[in-house]
């Protein structure tokens, strides 16, 4: 596979993360996190990131701290948070490189201190609650700790203690109980945090489902990941801007293959699936190892020549196989596997429904053998209009 011909690759449009940012901003009225983890959830970290900062992203969030100096290498110089660390994490670099770093924990602040005392530098620390998704945060009981260690390393001047925050357990659900107790639990650890007389620049609660759907959960800031790049976190649930959202990432291939096969044919591995009649196959030369999930088998659609066409049994690790019917096409005819939806092409969330998951898992896995370009790099107000126009 050579890079001017590539089989098959991940399109990223950086005007409609551009766009998602931008609307976020306006509608929430709020600063926004841009969340670029996981590798800017598959559509690529760095490119993410540059196109977030462009359209007024004030902090940027990634779950671990490699994530983080890897923005730092590639010249970011924005606020960025961090959330997901292990004993014996190297918080000197964070500090070194101006990184927000999160405690859940007394232990942690301890690391963070011993960090800050190595680099001659306070670090720059954010506290999480636990409010009732019981993952990562202190809970209620070893929060009153957790903020007064924190105050007592701000005094000894080792740490500044920048933000106080939590996350949702079922924000894409607006009427589920857990988001109005989370949220009164949230306010009650702040009422903690102002009594020991931290001042914390920035609190947060609101991922993208409660950014869009729980304008009370916006507080100082929106942790926004999803939607910065044009998916709907709660589909089907009403009230939200979400269609309003572009899909930044489209992938696509090309086919290998095209050829007629009778009426009785069995088709890829175990024979899954039976031609009941004659028909046109072709070869698509991605598979599981480029993220293609293998529960995709005789479920998902792909979108040839202007129609959506069935997958045909199992998705092998480089290729699969996909119904034409009556058309007799040529190799080489593109395969948009997922895209925005605008032609009638798939989208991340038609994959999940036929896989039974979400759309985040859906874009975040791609990888293997795919390769990944950018569309509309640059910032100009032409193609952002053209995109936010489309
Ligand atoms: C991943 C993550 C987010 C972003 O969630 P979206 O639903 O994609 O907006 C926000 N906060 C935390 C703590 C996360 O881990």
């Not at 190799?331 to 979400?358: K, L």
Request: hydrophobic share 45%; aromatic share 6%.
């Amino acid at each position: 596979m050579s890079a001017a011909h590539p089989h098959a690759e991940i399109v990223v449009d950086l005007a409609a993360i551009r766009h998602n940012v931008r609307l976020l901003r306006q509608v929430t009225s709020t600063e926004v996190m841009v969340v670029v983890k996981a590798n800017g959830y598959g559509h690529g970290m760095i490119h993410s990131a540059r196109a977030a900062r462009e359209a007024g992203a004030s902090w940027l969030g990634v779950a671990m701290l490699d994530e983080a100096l890897a923005l730092r290498a590639a010249g970011d110089t924005g606020r960025i948070l961090t959330w997901l660390a292990i004993p014996g994490e190297d918080y000197a670099e964070a500090i070194r490189h101006d990184i927000d770093v999160t405690a859940y924990t007394l232990a942690e602040v301890a690391e963070v201190r011993a960090a800050s005392r190595v680099v001659g530098a306070p670090a720059r620390l954010q506290l999480k609650v636990d409010t009732g998704l019981s993952r990562g945060g202190a809970t209620e009981q070893q929060w009153p700790d957790l903020v007064a260690a924190s105050r007592a390393a701000e005094v000894a001047g080792e740490v500044t203690v920048t933000g106080v925050w939590s996350h949702f357990a079922a924000s894409d659900e607006p009427d589920h109980p857990a988001n109005d107790r989370q949220e009164a639990s949230f306010l009650a650890a702040l009422k903690v945090v102002e009594a020991a007389g931290l001042t914390p620049e920035v609190t947060h609660l609101a991922n993208s489902a409660a950014a869009l759907l729980r304008p009370t959960s916006r507080f100082d800031l929106v942790r926004c990941g999803l939607t910065a790049y044009g998916l709907d976190p709660a589909p089907g649930v009403p009230g939200s801007f979400a269609e309003r959202l572009i899909p930044a990432m489209t992938v696509r291939a090309r086919l290998a293959l095209t050829k007629a096969i009778p009426a009785g044919a069995g088709v890829s591995y175990g024979h899954t699936w039976t031609a009941a009649e004659a028909t046109h196959v072709g070869l698509v030369p991605i598979g599981y190892a480029e993220g293609v999930p293998r529960h995709a088998s005789s479920r998902a659609e792909v979108f040839v020549a202007g129609s959506r066409r069935p997958v045909r049994g199992r998705i092998c690790m480089d290729q699969f196989v996909v119904d034409l019917g009556a058309d007799d096409l040529p190799a080489g005819t593109e395969v948009v596997i997922i895209g925005p939806g605008r032609h009638g092409e798939p989208t991340a969330q038609d994959w999940a429904t036929a896989c039974d998951t979400i759309n985040y898992e859906i874009v975040t896995r791609w990888g293997g053998r795919l390769r990944r370009c950018y569309v509309n790099e640059t910032e100009s107000l032409a193609t952002d209009e053209a995109s936010d126009a489309r």
